[in-house]
């Protein structure tokens, strides 16, 4: 191999898509998923209906639900909760400080995450959203209205932006995306949260 090829294979280096943050109700609705690129390491998103393109995302809510499922395969299932809606969480044996984490925190709690949301269809044609967890912190209630804050501010920010953006067109065309509805979100979001 030349040397100039050698060096070029050793600098290539992988850098870590910043986390998004987005309610649980966008979260939600979200139905699009692609890859960009065609190489295996390749990075895969969610379109958002608000046009934000997500590898990783950041939310913070309550933990309802934690349940710790299988034997040889262990795993985490967890249920967080913002003002919107649920956000499903899972971790796994490829997730170990994550696990490790969400075996420290009681249902009740509230928390912080980090992760890779994944869309998902059923056999019944019904779709369903999770999140790999990266990194699950206990925070108390203040710092989860902070984030609730931060969140409504981007999201109102992406919503102002609609249209002017090649990804925002594209979520225009998949989702007919209705803006009022989404401004409505953030509004009861904002209220439910005391800010």
């Known amino acids: 191999?030349?040397?100039?090829?050698?060096?070029?294979?050793?600098?290539?280096?992988?850098?870590?898509?910043?986390?998004?943050?987005?309610?649980?109700?966008?979260?939600?609705?979200?139905?699009?998923?692609?890859?960009?690129?065609s190489d295996?390491?390749?990075?895969?998103?969610?379109m958002l209906p608000t046009g934000e393109r997500c590898?990783?995302?950041?939310?913070?809510g309550q933990m309802t639900q934690k349940e710790r499922r299988g034997d040889q395969n262990m795993f985490y299932s967890v249920r967080v909760t913002d003002p919107t809606g649920i956000?499903?969480?899972?971790?796994?044996?490829?997730?170990?400080?994550?696990m490790q984490q969400i075996s420290q925190i009681e249902p009740g709690a509230y928390v912080a995450v980090i992760g890779k949301p994944s869309i998902r269809e059923t056999d019944d044609g019904s779709v369903f959203i999770?999140?790999?967890?990266?990194?699950?912190?206990?925070?108390?209630?203040?710092t989860c209205r902070i984030w609730v804050d931060d969140t409504a501010r981007l999201t109102l920010d992406r919503l102002d932006?609609?249209?002017?953006?090649?990804?925002?067109?594209?979520?225009?065309?998949?989702?007919?995306?209705?803006?009022?509805?989404?401004?409505e979100m953030v509004y009861n979001a904002l209220i439910r949260a005391d800010i």
């Open 55 to 60: 590898n990783r995302i950041f939310f913070c």
């Open 161 to 183: 932006q609609f249209g002017n953006t090649d990804d925002s067109k594209k979520a225009d065309q998949f989702y007919n995306t209705n803006i009022q509805g989404l401004r």
């Open 130 to 142: 999770t999140i790999r967890a990266e990194s699950v912190s206990e925070i108390d209630l203040e």
């Open 1 to 37: 191999m030349p040397e100039n090829q050698k060096n070029q294979r050793q600098t290539v280096s992988y850098v870590r898509e910043p986390a998004k943050r987005v309610f649980a109700s966008e979260l939600r609705e979200s139905r699009l998923q692609f890859k960009d690129g």
């Open 87 to 98: 956000f499903f969480i899972n971790a796994g044996s490829y997730q170990q400080d994550a």
């Open 40 to 46: 295996e390491k390749s990075p895969a998103y969610v």
